[in-house]
């Protein structure tokens, strides 16, 4: 298996990433269908192709997790959708919990051993990638993300609560003595009894796909952390939550990501963008309905907003509602307060400047430095009266009234760093 081909997947849209590991597969694994259980917060089970009975489940695929633990390859039958298939599963450590592939053999002929180390180091390097993206909240599909999440769980708690009902109505009528055949009525009870643990333990292990404690992103946050200090002499002093602070509270994976990506950045701007720090102190808690995370060093108290803006952190909080906030005291040091709301927003903010041009976002991100139209024209090689055009042309695409107005529409969205 051509290895190269993972660049085409990774370089594909998000939406198929699934059928491009089809087809890079197709050669070494001939398979019918492919299905995927990860981490993630939007569709956390995918799949494509022929299902061999009704529909392949999220349960179905947790239980081959089984076969194979937290990282590897297995081959052989297994049953999935009330079918007995050959199948594939590759699982691949690289994001928590472990994400797992399975395709679905259209023949029974082993896989040779190459072409499997193969395939699970595929997986391994498009998991990473993945782990990669939501790690680092991109914005581009943040709020896409986070509102399509929000609605897909209100349908299965939807879903699961009609179900539930029905099941437990069931229970009822089955467990009046009045009604005859004991017998049938016994099979019946215990049939109803399954399902209704089958029903909780799937909305079980969807929560497990999308969700994390508070104490453990913050853990997980860290240890990312620490590998980045490992080598710079600085101290990291880590505010762990107890009860109150909302360590056993669970957070959506966006929120966590989002949230431990700001903090990443704010970090990297205190070590890069000053000198002289050699403590970093995270802070992390739930208050009320939001999560906020303390960075504060003990540097020159020199950061700047702009630091933070050249790193996209405004761009990656405004899809989820969340504001960051920078208080540089001279001589004593800066600390970095990020608030994101636990819930979505009920209208999700778009990218205003989805509307721009490639040349209107390099005159806005001038513009939003401070620069003169005859610097900027300077700069991009272009008459003075062409940025007044193109400026002219920003207002009225943003619907803002000033340069100071769009200004700050870039510093939010990140047009200074694109």
């Known amino acids: 298996m051509d290895l190269s081909k993972a660049a085409e997947v990774i370089q594909a849209p998000l939406s198929e990433t699934l059928s491009q590991l089809s087809a890079a597969f197709a050669d070494a694994i001939p398979h019918r269908a492919i299905s995927e259980l990860s981490n993630c917060s939007f569709a956390p089970f995918k799949f494509r192709g022929e299902s061999p009975g009704p529909s392949v489940t ?30 594939v599963v590759l699982v691949s450590a690289f994001s928590v919990p472990s994400a797992l592939l399975v395709l679905l053999r259209s023949e ?44 897909r769980a209100v349908a299965i708690s939807d879903l699961g609560d009609a179900y539930g009902a029905s099941l437990t109505a069931l229970l009822g009528v089955l467990r009046d003595r009045d009604v005859d055949d004991a017998p049938a009525r016994a099979r019946a009870v215990d049939l109803a009894v399954t399902s209704l643990i089958e029903l909780r333990a799937r909305a079980d292990l969807d929560r497990a796909q999308t969700e994390e404690r508070a104490g453990d992103a913050l853990e997980r946050l860290a240890e990312s952390l620490r590998r980045v200090l490992r080598g710079r002499d600085v101290r990291l002093d880590l505010g762990t939550p107890g009860a109150e602070e909302g360590a056993d509270r669970v957070l959506p994976t966006d929120i966590a990501s989002t949230a431990g990506a700001v903090v990443r950045s704010s970090v990297h701007a205190m070590l890069d963008d000053q000198r002289g720090v050699h403590r970093v102190h995270i802070g992390w808690k739930i208050v009320g309905t939001v999560l906020r995370a303390t960075v504060r060093d003990d540097g020159p108290g020199t950061l700047s907003c702009g630091s933070l803006d050249a790193r996209r952190v405004a761009e990656r909080l405004g899809p989820l509602g969340g504001k960051v906030e920078v208080d540089a005291v001279p001589e004593w040091g800066t600390t970095v307060t990020i608030e994101v709301p636990l819930g979505p927003p009920e209208n999700p903010r778009e990218d205003p400047l989805t509307v721009l041009g490639a040349r209107e976002l390099e005159v806005l991100g001038q513009l939003a430095r401070g620069r003169r139209n005859r610097d900027i024209a300077g700069d991009l090689h272009i008459s003075e009266s062409t940025v007044k055009f193109h400026v002219a042309k920003i207002l009225e695409k943003l619907g803002v009234g000033s340069r100071g107005e769009a200004a700050a529409l870039a510093h939010e969205w990140g047009a200074t760093a694109r």
């Open 58 to 87: 999220i349960a179905d695929l947790a239980a081959l997790r089984s076969l194979v633990g937290e990282s590897g390859a297995w081959q052989g039958r297994a049953v999935l959708a009330g079918a007995e298939v050959p199948v």
């Open 108 to 151: 029974d002929t082993p896989v040779p051993e190459t072409d499997l180390a193969s395939a699970n180091a595929l997986w391994d390097v498009v998991t990473a990638h993945m782990e990669a993206l939501r790690n680092e909240a991109v914005p581009a599909t943040l709020a896409v993300s986070r509102a399509a999440a929000a609605a």
